[in-house]
DNA sequence: GGTCCTGCGTTACC
DNA sequence: ACCGGTAACGCAGGACC
């Protein structure tokens, strides 16, 4: 039988000791496969040099003799054969060792101990990443395949009668083939329940979309509409729920917070109810795995909690204030949430079920339309990076880094390095930190007529120009070796050198880096959410490269890399710097890999041909680019000194568009009054270049704070809680509200974001501590005049006047004759 | 009882 | 434990006068 195949899930599964592959996916006509592969399970013994030939024969024979019992388990080395290979660069002479089943490769791995082995590796890889690396057969792409169909066979334990697919193949042969656009089929689940805490009350409705496809389950009411199914009690409803996703028949199943919520829940609820939540394909439950965080899969189908996608890869393209799936919803979609009040209360009671299941439901529209939107992040992501979807969709960026990285060291016959022990997590946690960019100190003011250069994914272009690896660091100086610069070194000046001989690292990277320019520029010529979603995987992944080598959980960890990476950033920082100010040009401010300078006496032209000179004396894929032309750009004094602030500067492009970065403006811990105030005035100074607007504007403001017209939801301040409130040695307004929450029965969890107002306070008998005079929106109380107009607003645009040579307090009260207070 | 400094805590920039 | 260093700045806590 031969088809076109296209792999979603990875699983493996035993059969007489031997490990094989289970891979659910599609095929062209829509059908739900499995395909069955054999993989051969190995793992490398490197050896010492100079092992004689003999000496390494008689060590395969009795490496071939090794057998483990494990229970009812044997495991027993099937054959070793010897390979040239390199590891870290270096060539070596490795035997690869076979065996039989994967979950023992480590256990046979440490038998073998003969000093002659230099190292054991890649017994560390997961079944699936082997898989993949073997055979070629990568997540989320087309492939024909040929196969023997199983048909109630009793090959594999009649795997095949158990499993829900259409049909299951036992592969002889995977061919690649042409690629056609491929849809998911996506479910969407949400749940509501009485209380918050995990499993202890009933799940009253959950609620289910896919394309044309929705539902609400629940046991607590009837319902007119019809999308609402009602049964008799939460068993049944559960029931229904399994029968329902088995029927939709769901690639992927998707939920927010998921994880962390809804399927544990749900399988708690199963287990009071005595009930199985068989989702799997193969009738399992869902498992969890216990990481950092709660990992929930299902067998055959992708199960994907889009939080954690959207936290660890989607957040940096957003601007909501928090990724709760009413603002991510309402950003990407321009939809939102249903209000919904009686859950803000602390217990539901008499709830009008008609609005909660419409409620319930909407949650899962947001959810299957978000996926779909994210859809192609999510497809070039996984392509690129080649795990498995499931993986994708909650690894981390140290994740992505280091399977983009194994899954290209096939091209350089590397050995893949080990997963560095709890050990050496420990010992590298405990290393120094090393010295960062450099950030150049602005000189407070208005600047006209000014560009901004930035070197184009700096880190990675300096790796791959100077060879820095883990592999490529010399021990020692030596001739013709790359060089850095001098920098400070567990507390001693030091230099780093690296051998000229491109390593795989620096290899892979540099393919890296071409790709993330080619893809890039398809992006600009063709803009559509595919292209813009492959050039963001690799301006991703390039972006996140650095970060991974000083990473102490890294396979490739270098902290030597990193300072040295580091040390060539600084250096490169300053030079343009430097370079500007020597041609004739004024540099104002500079951080890691940005210069801003005045173009002075020079026209645009004459900046671009001095910004190709500059590329023509940079070294190796090193590329400096020009970010923008502005107008104008205001740089201010820090509030305590007299110096310019770093991190803190607008600018206002040739076509009229503003950039703030590091202002109040751009803080969610500053009330909407200040940070919309002094946006507007910073607005008015850009596109002026004068303070008169913005003096009359900010007069307004004061006038307005002083009569009370500022609505309440402007006075509001936002604070995250970032750890439990027992572990808060200094309690500051927010931890202060998030107690007083705590009291009344609202659930206080870590990450949740706090909100208050600074109430006016009229015993004044001793010291006022502002978190005393914090209130919740809810509590009744005027707000204090003083504290927003001296602690929110006039701190927000005072260096900005500044910058004008205006007080603005003394401004105020000197034009009015009066004190503030009675303004 | 006021003033100043320091550390905690959060959030931003790159 | 899940990319990391640089930086600003408010608030509380405590030393000091």
């Known amino acids: 039988m031969e088809i076109k195949f296209i792999p979603i899930d990875y699983d493996y599964f035993d059969w007489k000791s031997k490990s094989y592959a289970k891979i659910i996916g599609r095929s062209d006509k829509g059908k739900r496969v499995c395909i069955i592969d054999a993989c051969e399970i190995y793992f490398w013994a490197i050896l010492n040099s100079n092992v004689s030939s003999k000496k390494i024969k008689q060590m395969q024979k009795k490496i071939e003799k090794i057998e483990i019992q494990k229970g009812t388990r044997i495991s027993r080395v099937l054959k070793t054969e010897l390979y040239n290979k390199n590891y870290l660069g270096k060539s070596y002479k490795a035997i690869k060792i076979f065996v039989t089943n994967f979950k023992d490769a480590h256990s046979i791995a440490s038998k073998i101990d003969f000093k002659e082995v230099y190292k054991r590796r890649e017994y560390d890889l997961t079944f699936t990443t082997k898989y993949i690396l073997q055979k070629k057969l990568n997540p989320l792409t087309w492939y024909q395949i040929t196969g023997e169909l199983l048909n109630n066979s009793e090959e594999f334990g009649g795997i095949d009668s158990n499993l829900d697919v259409d049909f299951c193949l036992k592969i002889k042969e995977i061919k690649k083939t042409e690629q056609i656009p491929f849809k998911p089929k996506i479910l969407a689940y949400d749940i509501e329940t009485e209380g918050i805490e995990m499993g202890k009350t009933p799940i009253l409705m959950i609620s289910l979309v896919g394309e044309n496809y929705r539902k609400v389950l629940t046991w607590k009411k009837k319902s007119r509409k019809s999308y609402v199914e009602t049964f008799k009690d939460e068993e049944e409803m559960l029931e229904e729920f399994v029968k329902s996703i088995k029927k939709y028949d769901p690639d992927i199943l998707v939920g927010y917070y998921s994880d962390g919520f809804d399927l544990p829940y749900l399988k708690i ?67 939102k949430k249903l209000d919904f009040s009686p859950l803000k209360q602390t217990k539901l009671k008499n709830p009008n079920w008609e609005d909660f299941f419409k409620y319930n439901l909407q949650d899962s529209i ?275 000194g007299e110096f310019g602030a770093k991190k803190k500067y607008a600018l206002i492009n040739k076509k009229n568009k503003i950039k703030i970065r590091g202002f109040e403006t751009v803080r969610r811990d500053w009330c909407n009054l200040a940070r919309k105030t002094q946006n507007k005035i910073l607005n008015l100074i850009l596109t002026t270049g004068n303070e008169k607007k913005a003096l009359t504007y900010i007069k307004k403001i004061i006038k307005k704070i002083k009569n009370r017209e500022i609505p309440l939801d402007q006075l509001l301040i936002k604070t995250q809680l970032k750890k439990p409130l027992s572990e808060y040695k200094s309690i500051n307004p927010h931890v202060m509200i998030a107690k007083k929450m705590q009291e009344k029965g609202i659930p206080i969890d870590v990450g949740r974001l706090i909100t208050y107002y600074i109430s006016e306070n009229k015993n004044k008998n001793k010291r006022e501590l502002i978190r005393e005079k914090a209130k919740l929106p809810d509590e ?30 003394e401004f105020i009260e000197g034009k009015k004759q009066k004190k503030l207070s009675e303004f």
């Not at 350089?412 to 405990?430: D, L, S, T, V």
């Not at 320019?517 to 398809?522: C, D, I, T, V, Y």
């Open 269 to 335: 609820r199963a287990e009071k109810n005595k009930i199985k939540l068989n989702l799997g394909l193969d009738n399992s439950q869902p498992k969890f795995s216990r990481g950092r965080l709660l990992t929930g899969k299902i067998k055959g189908i992708t199960h994907i909690d889009l939080l954690r996608f959207i936290q660890t890869v989607y957040a940096q393209y957003l601007k909501s204030e928090t990724l709760s799936l009413n603002e991510v919803a309402f950003e990407l979609l321009g939809e």
């Open 366 to 640: 947001l959810a299957y339309k978000l996926t779909e939107k994210l859809w192609p992040d999510l497809l070039e992501l996984t392509k690129i990076v080649q795990e498995p979807l499931f993986n994708i969709s909650r690894a981390g960026l140290s994740n992505l880094v280091e399977n983009y990285i194994i899954h290209n060291l096939s091209k350089y016959n590397e050995i893949a390095e080990k997963h560095p022990i709890h050990e050496e997590i420990g010992k590298r946690r405990e290393q120094k930190r090393v010295e960062g960019a450099f950030v150049f100190r602005p000189i407070p003011g208005l600047y006209e007529n000014l560009a901004i250069f930035d070197f184009t994914s700096m880190h990675t272009s300096i790796i791959v120009s100077f060879n820095i690896s883990k592999a490529t660091l010399l021990e020692k100086k030596q001739k013709d070796s790359y060089e850095s610069p001098e920098l400070e070194f567990e507390n001693k000046k030091t230099k780093f050198y690296f051998s000229k001989k491109p390593g795989f690292f620096p290899l892979i990277l540099k393919e890296l880096f071409e790709k993330r320019k080619r893809f890039k520029q398809e992006y600009k010529k063709n803009p559509n959410p595919l292209t813009k979603a492959r050039s963001n995987a690799f301006k991703l992944l390039s972006a996140s490269i650095h970060g991974y080598q000083g990473f102490f959980g890294a396979r490739y960890y270098s902290l030597e890399a990193s300072a040295s990476v580091l040390a060539f950033v600084r250096k490169f920082n300053k030079q343009i710097i430097e370079e500007m100010n020597k041609q004739g040009y004024n540099s104002i401010y500079a951080d890691t890999d940005s210069v801003a300078f005045k173009l002075n006496q020079h026209t645009k032209k004459q900046t671009l041909d001095l910004l190709e000179k500059i590329n023509q004396q940079l070294p190796g894929i090193m590329e400096l680019d020009l970010e923008d032309f502005y107008k104008r750009g205001i740089w201010v004094t820090k509030r305590t």
């Open 780 to 809: 009744p109380g005027k707000y204090d005049i003083e504290y927003y107009l001296n602690n929110q607003v006039l701190p927000s645009v005072e260096n900005i006047f500044e910058v004008f040579k205006i007080n603005i307090k």
